[in-house]
């Protein structure tokens, strides 16, 4: 053989183990598409169909082409394989992100626990080339990485810098999220009101369906969700406003989602899972400034197990600010009691054991804040008068003069937007009151100067 075809199959021994990440591990190494433009550019300089007929005949190469696509290549005897022969996909350069794919070099696993082929591979190859393992897709901008892939009952024994961890995630996000996203195209209707409610979804749904189990109806549900528009979903929970919506919304021209053209009925899909990433994109950079190391599976965080209140916190505080009502879940380890100091919009908050190893934190539907505010000028004078007798010990200057806030949405700065700027003020100014002179909570204390110098504008 070559140098060239040694070359090529050690390539392609590569993607089929790369590609693990893509199966289920018990079908094995499969075979791997790989276009004209990579062969003809990357490995043969010329008679590449000549070379790669030649291995197929010395039974080193199997060549495919199911349902006349792509044509799929599978080497057939064992030999080795280079990572280095794989281009990484560019990776946003901003900090946040930049922290996520250095985060992934402090996992490990006990020796003692079960993991998989791809996930080894990770471990292997993540200090030198964590960047073939980070992919934040084209589609919504979720990240994707060894850690959103591993089994879940793999990821509970996942380490950060050899300590244990905890997971955080929201309960039942993509109803949560649809819930809102109606509330804002088309009003008040039926659905946002059961989400709002906290009603759970699922046996409102099961019954307006007349389905046997809830897990019946999350199934359907979903199914429908992110199907192309039928009159199944009308059938199967009567017609109505928001059900009419997101059926014309999967046919509409929808020019941010880069599927649109081809499959606009995916419209509804890239509308949640980019909103998903928007709310939580607040969160990772809460954790960022707050040097808490963590991982992700989409609306889950992984965090070591001694900076899990810290998160709870950061997570109760965003995702106050985004929903009427929501749910966190903590899947191991810890029962979930929000310190209500910083939270002060919420009212206290009551756990409940749901089951062994995972329980549910629920806020109120109300927001409280110490004193009712007015809505015009000086909204926080009350709150300051309130906290005058407490004197801050030193660093920080907390006497803020907010001209006029507004009681709607008001656009912090271009990647963080705030929908109550009353309670998201109180709660920023309870936390830098109790930290004051901590660079810990340094972010809080400017989002506050922030707010500050918008109202004088």
């Known amino acids: ?96 992100t930049q922290t996520m794919l250095n985060n992934l070099k402090r996992v490990s696993l006990p020796e003692e626990v079960e993991s998989t082929d791809y996930f080894n591979l990770f471990l292997k190859y993540k200090e030198n080339r964590p960047d ?111 059900i009419n919506w997101i059926n014309q919304y999967k046919t509409d021209i929808e020019t941010n989602n880069p599927h649109n053209k081809k499959n606009p009925h995916s419209n509804l899909a890239w509308l949640l899972q980019s909103t998903e990433v928007e709310i939580m994109r607040k969160v990772w950079t809460c954790l960022v400034e707050r040097g808490i190391c963590f991982l992700t599976v989409h609306d889950e965080i992984i965090v070591p197990l001694s900076r899990y209140k810290e998160t709870e916190d950061i997570m109760h505080l965003i995702l106050s600010q985004e929903f009427t009502f929501y749910r966190i879940s903590c899947k191991n380890k810890i029962i979930s009691e929000p310190t209500l100091s910083t939270l002060s919009t919420l009212k206290p908050v009551e756990t409940t054991a749901l089951e062994e190893n995972k329980i549910i934190s629920e806020p109120t539907l109300s927001t409280e804040i110490p004193e009712e505010l007015p809505a015009t000028v000086n909204n926080y004078s009350r709150i300051r008068r309130k906290y005058a007798e407490k004197p801050a010990t030193a660093f920080w200057n907390l006497d803020f003069n907010f001209l006029k806030l507004p009681d709607g949405p008001i656009k912090l700065n271009p990647w963080e937007s705030i929908s109550d700027p009353a309670a998201f003020g109180n709660s920023h100014l309870e936390i830098c009151r109790r930290n004051n002179g901590n660079r810990t909570f340094l972010p809080y204390y400017k989002r506050l100067r922030q707010l500050e110098k918008l109202t004088a504008e």
């Open 132 to 242: 073939l393992f980070f992919k934040v897709d084209s589609f919504s901008g979720r990240v994707h990485t060894p850690v959103s892939s591993l089994k879940s009952t793999y990821r509970p024994h996942l380490l950060l810098d050899g300590n244990e961890t905890t997971s955080i995630d929201v309960t039942t996000m993509q109803p949560l999220l649809l819930g809102r996203l109606l509330s804002n195209y088309i009003g008040e209707n039926e659905y946002s009101n059961w989400i709002n409610s906290g009603t759970d979804i699922y046996l409102k749904l099961q019954e307006k369906a007349g389905l046997e189990t809830r897990d019946a109806a999350k199934k359907k549900f979903f199914e429908i969700l992110f199907s192309k528009p039928t009159q199944e979903l009308s059938n199967l929970f009567g017609a109505s406003k928001w």
């Open 1 to 96: 053989m070559t140098t060239e075809q040694l070359r090529f199959l050690k390539f392609v021994r590569t993607k089929m183990v790369f590609s693990l990440r893509l199966k289920a591990e018990d079908q094995g190494l499969k075979p791997v598409p790989i276009s004209k433009e990579v062969i003809n550019n990357e490995f043969f300089s010329s008679h590449a169909l000549y070379q790669i007929k030649r291995l197929v005949e010395i039974g080193e190469l199997k060549v495919t082409q199911p349902l006349k696509r792509s044509y799929y290549y599978e080497a057939l005897k064992p030999g080795t394989f280079d990572l280095n022969l794989l281009l990484a996909k560019p990776i946003p350069a901003d900090f946040v």
